[in-house]
């Protein structure tokens, strides 16, 4: 024994962790959310692909009335359509997963390599469907809102008054606010300044904020710019005329509602390739079904600065 040197008089940590098997999790993906909008929606299967959405024309044309007993006339009248309703078609989300075979024929112990990639990648589609319901050009929520469903803040806060005023646009059996958890804070921040804190409610095991009863639903997809968004407020499911969401069912490789994983083969790297596929639009069905309020502020830019790259 070296001089000066401290006798080891027992196993240590580092060498005893040689024997030891670590426990070990499956990959966690920090961009998963709980895609609430998805959850919340009525989901309608759709024939090849296109949803026809027919509309009653000028219906406050359809005349009717309230007669005498003694009076012989009544109106007549006829329920009119739009000759030219508008199509939705079905959009993609998809990607081509590879895998080397060898990759999953020697790793896959404890967890499956092939399953993992593949939930892995499912995730990021699933949060792109959430995001394009929400921010597509041609029928997302925000392109979908009439002008005359459009509101402003009052004070760019927003405020129980800001809120009150999409209520009276939505007034038919309003479901939920759908905002950014930054817009739901600050909604909470004006809510407590004016001494009425919002009351909460359990859905799906966890706590939401509400107005008037209606919960305040938060995605981190509805988009940031310049310290604002947008508080959305729907009506939804079929029966209600309200918002719905589209989806092509019995696909090949179906592995939920819309959504397909098909194996594509082994070329000659030795990489499987597999397709997913996820199909899906959405429809709101009478325009007072949706309204938004426009340019709500959530604070300064320096309060979240990563919020705005």
Known sequence: MAKN???????????????????KTTPQLSTISPRWLTHLLQWIPVEAGIYRLNQVKNPQDVLVACTQR????????????????????????????DVHTRVSDLYSSPHDQIKEQLRLTIETIKERQESELINNPDYGLLASVADEQRVFPLTGAPT?????????????EPAFFLTHPLAIAAF???????GVPPPTVSLFGSQFLTWRGVPLIPSDKLPIADG??????????????GVVGLYQPGLAGEQSPGLSVRFMGINRNAIASYLISLYCSLAVQTPDALAVLEDVEIGKYHDYPDTYK
């Open 188 to 194: 909470g921040r004006e809510c407590t300044r004016r």
């Open 5 to 23: 040197q401290p006798a080891q008089l027992a196993l240590g940590d580092n060498a005893a962790r040689q024997l030891a098997n670590a426990t």
């Open 70 to 97: 003694d009076e012989a006339e009544l109106p007549t009248t006829f329920v009119d359509y739009e000759q030219q309703p508008r199509e939705y078609f079905l959009n993609a989300v998809s990607t081509v997963l």
């Open 160 to 172: 129980p008054d800001d809120l009150d005023e999409l209520l009276t646009k939505v007034w038919k």
């Open 228 to 241: 604002k968004t947008k508080i959305l407020l729907l009506r939804v499911g079929d029966k209600r005329q």
